[in-house]
């Protein structure tokens, strides 16, 4: 990844730091899960020198122990509503403190328990197949939610995904690609999320409008056609897509919000039930500048009834 890449990437980290400082004094963690019991589904035998989570100020670099971070809100303030959490990084790296941590943390302040994923980052070296190495982890995070739903206080009609930029492609993927399972069900456990929220997403691996940098590190460097149609996830939305908030902005340089209004555009097709806010300004990134954001969000979580109106 090129340096001014990854400097943009911290600058990420170190403005969710300030943003949701005060969220951070009422809410930790309660506990890291293992997304796995047991081995890891798709995973290569790897060396001892390349065992284990790489990770540093904030940014996750290569995972191979994946996992959920669970923050659960007050119990007097709990909303039954959960959500799981797939922060971006271009398929690179994972945003994991500022767009996953500092977001957990404001659902459980507003009453949802918010379930961070650390998702296999898609690497020749560690999976077998790496195109399906993320979705199989939200698809098992899923699964472990719901299947937990009582010991986490969640009710299991109401487990959400929200995705940020490549984890925006993440979360619309598990949205559209969850009749075919790709992990161990033998409980046969409902893999669709209730609903869908995506912050200035990748969607599509279309040639004239994907994020160059997240298709070629999720599929490589020449996909076949039928990969690049089955991963453009605006191609794949069916009438029983989850119900969906969007929200991008208009000058956003690295991920075009023509991603998300393609995705708009399919799901008003389909009858889906579909909310999109586009801020005229703020660029890639937009939520550690513009604090908020989550207003509108929440405002629709409300009207929907996955949380608890006031």
């Known amino acids: 990844m090129h340096t001014s890449v990854l ?8 403005a969710g730091l300030v943003l949701f ?11 890291t899960i293992d997304l ?21 100020s904030g940014l996750i670099r290569r995972v191979v122990t994946p996992s959920l971070e669970v923050y659960l809100p007050a119990k007097e303030n709990a909303s039954g509503a959960a959500v799981i959490i797939c922060p971006g990084g271009s398929y690179k790296v ?26 296999r980052l898609p690497n020749d070296s560690v999976l077998v197949d790496k195109k399906i190495g993320p979705l199989q982890d939200a698809q098992q995070a899923i699964k472990l939610v719901r299947e937990n739903a009582a010991k986490w206080g969640v009710d299991a009609d109401k487990v959400g995904i929200v995705g940020f930029s490549a984890g925006g492609h993440l979360a619309s993927t598990a949205a559209t690609h969850f009749t075919t399972p790709l992990i161990e069900n033998a409980k046969n456990t409902n893999l669709r999320p209730d609903f869908q ?8 691996m279309q040639e004239d409008l994907t994020h160059a940098d997240s298709r070629s590190n999720l599929l490589g460097e020449d996909p076949a056609k039928e990969t690049i149609d089955l991963f453009s996830n605006e191609l794949q939305v069916m009438a029983n897509t989850p119900p969906a908030y969007i929200t991008h902005a208009a ?13 708009f555009e399919k799901l008003r097709h389909q ?37 608890k109106n006031d």
């Open 21 to 31: 400082s005060c969220a951070s004094l009422t809410a930790k963690a309660q506990e």
């Open 251 to 263: 000058d956003d340089k690295l991920v075009d919000v023509d991603n998300s209004i393609a995705y």
């Open 94 to 119: 994972i945003v994991f403190q500022g767009e996953g941590v500092s977001t957990a943390k404001e659902f459980a302040k507003n009453g949802v328990a918010a379930f961070v994923l650390k998702y």
């Open 7 to 14: 400097r943009f990437f911290k600058k990420r980290i170190i």
């Open 271 to 307: 009858n889906v039930a579909v909310e999109m806010h586009i801020y005229p300004n703020g660029g890639h990134g937009f939520i550690f500048r513009q604090i908020d954001w989550t207003e509108p969000l929440f405002a629709w979580m409300k009207k929907n009834n996955w949380i």
């Open 36 to 56: 796995y019991p047991g081995t890891v589904p798709n995973a290569k035998a790897i060396s001892a020198t390349g065992k284990g989570n790489l990770e540093s």
């Open 197 to 204: 929220v995506l912050v200035y997403p990748v969607i599509s």
